[in-house]
């Protein structure tokens, strides 16, 4: 079954449903269609995959907690400095403890045992171990969802929609 990602009016994502309740949305006026398949549901609507609202729903702000479970999904399960994915991987400190560097999403990585034992206390450009990608905090849980539709290969026209995938 196909997911559509519902945008804002102000653009921001804001959930994922499937298309049948997406059509619903468009069908009422209360959405526009952005994205869309080449199959068609009917000769008035292609299948779509974005949809924004035309009225701005306002969501209350929640607080991502910073867990390791969630940097782990964050790296998408790899290691940040050699792109191994697998299971025995460990969180590194990119401003290492012993420099000040603390518990935040902007300074822990994923990281598998043997960069984190290469790097040791250093940074990143001391031990010319550059990261894949920069850490920074997720915008929502949604974020989580979405970068898993992403990854698969599914929805890769949300791409544009989302900001750090």
């Known amino acids: 079954m196909s997911k559509v990602l519902v945008l804002n009016a102000s653009y921001e994502p804001l959930n994922i ?3 049948r309740r997406a059509i619903v949305l468009l069908l009422k006026d209360k959405a526009e269609q952005l994205e869309y398949h080449t199959t068609e549901v009917s000769t008035r609507f292609p299948k779509p995959t974005v949809i924004r609202l035309r009225y701005y729903v306002r969501v209350p702000y929640k607080e991502i907690p910073l867990t390791r479970r969630n ?11 050699c792109a191994y994915r697998g299971d025995n991987l460990t ?9 000040g560097g603390g518990e935040s999403w902007d300074n822990l990585v994923a990281a598998c045992v043997r960069c984190n034992v290469h790097k040791g206390s250093r940074t990143p450009e001391e031990a010319q171990m550059p990261l894949l990608s920069r850490p920074r905090r997720p915008h929502s849980s ?14 890769v026209e949300w791409r544009k929609y989302v900001i750090g995938i």
Request: one cysteine or more; a positive charge.
């Open 91 to 99: 969180l590194d400190h990119v401003i290492p403890r012993s420099r």
């Open 17 to 19: 449903t499937s298309w």
């Open 71 to 81: 940097i782990l999904e964050r790296d998408d399960q790899t290691c940040q400095y």
């Open 142 to 155: 949604l974020h989580f969802e979405i970068a898993r539709y992403i990854r698969s290969g599914r929805n």
